[in-house]
């Protein structure tokens, strides 16, 4: 098993550098490649990326999608590990994927908590243990063989919001979903940077008009009409 990790990135000069020593340290051999796709960042995230021993692709479009899927027709592995720029998987992700495809799931992805103790974001923690549509989503980080994700025709890029949800959507009822019973960190900046409740209205809002089949631009203006971006 060799994994390419595939990390979109917009903008996080802060993020990447440690993100990318702490993947290389504890993937090891397992690990064939980590592939930084930016969207066009202006804050050196890419510069850093390529210092720290990542190869770095360049997207033309400023879409999860679109950066997501360059990244992975380049990978080389047989196995494609998405991750978030600002989240952090377990130190043992390299043997829990292993340990996971020998199990027989052909995609799966972790719970996720976030650096931060607050209570209402540890009931958030709480509820992405389970496999209902509404509780995924990229925090929790996602690994699929590369084969079945080419079969599945990857991410539409159509969906420049709600990507991973529209993806899931139309694998989990081909393929089960292995939730991994331990936790990727996230950061709470988001919620730091708005509010608790502020956040879970957009997150709430955007769902219902993803599931109503409202386009990507309208599910975007609604969500930034809301969410401040993070800092």
Request: glycine share 8%; hydrophobic share 40%.
């Amino acid at each position: 098993m060799r994994i390419s990790i595939v990390i979109p990135v917009l903008d996080e000069a802060q993020t990447i550098g440690p993100l990318l020593q702490y993947l290389f340290d504890h993937g090891r051999e397992q690990i064939l490649e980590i592939l930084v796709v930016d969207g066009g960042s202006t804050d050196g995230t890419g510069s850093i990326a390529e210092q720290s021993g990542a190869t770095v692709l360049q997207c033309g479009v400023r879409s999860r999608a679109a950066q997501m899927n360059l990244g992975a027709r380049h990978a080389q592995g047989d196995i494609l590990y998405f991750i978030h720029a600002d989240t952090c998987p377990p130190a043992s992700f390299a043997s829990d994927i292993e340990a996971s495809l020998a199990a027989g799931y052909v995609m799966g992805c972790y719970r996720y908590r976030f650096d931060s103790s607050s209570v209402l974001l540890k009931i958030n923690a709480f509820f992405n243990r389970f496999k209902w549509l509404w509780c995924q989503g990229g925090d929790k980080t996602f690994y699929i063989q590369r084969e079945v994700f080419q079969q599945l025709g990857g991410y539409d890029e159509y969906y420049t919001i709600m990507e991973e949800y529209d993806f899931l959507r139309r694998a989990m009822p081909l393929y089960p979903l292995h939730i991994i019973p331990k936790y990727a960190v996230v950061s709470a900046r988001k919620y730091e940077n708005n509010s608790w409740l502020r956040v879970q209205y957009a997150n709430a809002l955007v769902f219902r008009l993803f599931r109503k089949g409202a386009s990507p631009e309208q599910m975007k203006k609604t969500y930034t009409s809301i969410v401040r971006r993070e800092s």
